[in-house]
């Protein structure tokens, strides 16, 4: 399960890039909301995933309250779960 994580906080993470600074600007800019539709859908499904899992993996990982709330912002910010994978998720595998 926890390799699952991993590999579903890689995809939210990259999805959510995607998003931010392909889709967005392309709809924007360029006036093109195909992108965005495109990816927002499996965003938003990897993201309620990447959450769902966190919380049931909170207790496998022994993560305090401080750990825990970590883990969860960063899946709202740009880069996030990548530094969790790399402080959190990296050592335990």
């Known amino acids: 399960m926890q390799s ?6 890689f995809l939210e993470g990259l999805s959510y890039l995607l998003l931010l600074f392909v889709a967005v600007p392309i709809k924007y800019i360029g006036g093109d909301p195909t992108y965005v539709k495109m990816l927002g859908m499996p965003h938003g499904l990897l993201f309620v ?20 709330r970590e883990v969860l912002i960063a899946s709202v910010l740009p880069f996030g779960t990548f530094f969790i994978d790399r402080k959190y998720l990296h050592a335990k595998n």
């Open 4 to 9: 699952v994580f991993r590999l579903v906080a």
């Open 49 to 68: 995933a990447y959450v769902v899992l966190a919380f049931q993996l909170r207790s496998d990982y022994k993560w305090d309250a401080k750990s825990f």
